[in-house]
């Protein structure tokens, strides 16, 4: 809660521009600005994490949205540090309710990328290559988060789900669930894991998306290591335990000696 304070998060906007469905989750107003209550924040971002974590246990993916100047580095920066698709530049109509088109885009930036690496590229004119060249700029600018992404997302991240409202409105009848930083002008409704904070400070947005980050990388880490591990109870007074090399598991058939001779 310290943090989240210290980063601002409990600033909402102006007691004019705040949408009623926020109500429960503002503490008060001060010289015309909604202030956040932030033990419900905190709360509210547990939960979330919690169920990201297992969203990403069992093979799912995250795609983080966040398409405001204040909000683009660190969504590149956080789905990237965790290994998780990313849109930053802008929303582009379709991209869960259509996503067989967006793939085939996708797909042709991908093989305009090969025959460069490749040196295809050279056998044009000098015109024709930059015109490809400008081509790929621009579709990695829309498509370059999610080239990696083949199959439709476990769950939308997104940051300020009233300025992405399409994404929104795709991931809601596509039956896809959604985390949001929601801020006072935010309708929850639409929201499955809604985090009221503050959406506008860089340090809020940094602040969240982090813990939405390490919670990705942490229900990675328990897919790999199968949950949270097998529970193993201490004799009366032990609290240690070391393994030897030789030690069966538990329910292990203790191998047969071999004969004398092999």
């Not at 169920?51 to 920066?77: H, P, R, Y």
């Amino acid at each position: 809660m310290k943090a989240l304070l210290e980063a601002g998060a409990h600033f909402g906007h102006q007691t004019r521009r705040w949408d009623p469905r926020m109500r429960p989750f503002i503490f008060t107003q001060r010289n015309g600005i909604h202030i956040i209550d932030l033990q419900q924040t905190v709360r509210r971002l547990d939960e979330a994490a919690e169920w990201v974590a297992d969203a990403v246990a069992n093979g799912g993916t995250i795609l983080f949205v966040g398409t405001k100047k204040q909000a683009q580095e660190t969504i590149e920066t956080e789905a990237a540090r965790c290994g998780m698709p990313f849109v930053n530049n802008r929303w582009l109509g379709g991209t869960l309710t259509n996503f067989q088109t967006i793939q085939g885009r996708i797909d042709h930036l991908v093989r305009l990328e090969d025959s460069m690496a490749r040196g295809e590229y050279l056998r044009h004119s000098k015109k024709e290559a930059l015109k490809i060249e400008e081509e790929t700029i621009r579709l990695n600018r829309h498509f370059g988060g999610i080239k990696e992404m083949t199959r439709l997302p476990a769950a939308l991240f997104i940051v300020d789900p009233t300025m992405e409202y399409i994404a929104v409105a795709e991931a809601n009848r596509m039956g896809i669930p959604i985390v949001a930083m929601s801020d006072t002008n935010s309708n929850p409704n639409l929201i499955d894991y809604p985090i009221p904070s503050n959406d506008d400070a860089i340090r809020a947005v940094r602040l969240v998306t982090g813990r939405i980050a390490d919670a990705v990388i942490e229900g990675r880490t328990r897919g790999e290591y199968g949950g949270d591990g097998e529970e193993f109870e201490f004799a009366e007074g032990q609290t240690s335990y070391t393994a030897t090399p030789d030690e069966l598991l538990p329910g292990e058939a203790p191998a047969e000696a071999a004969p004398a001779g092999e």
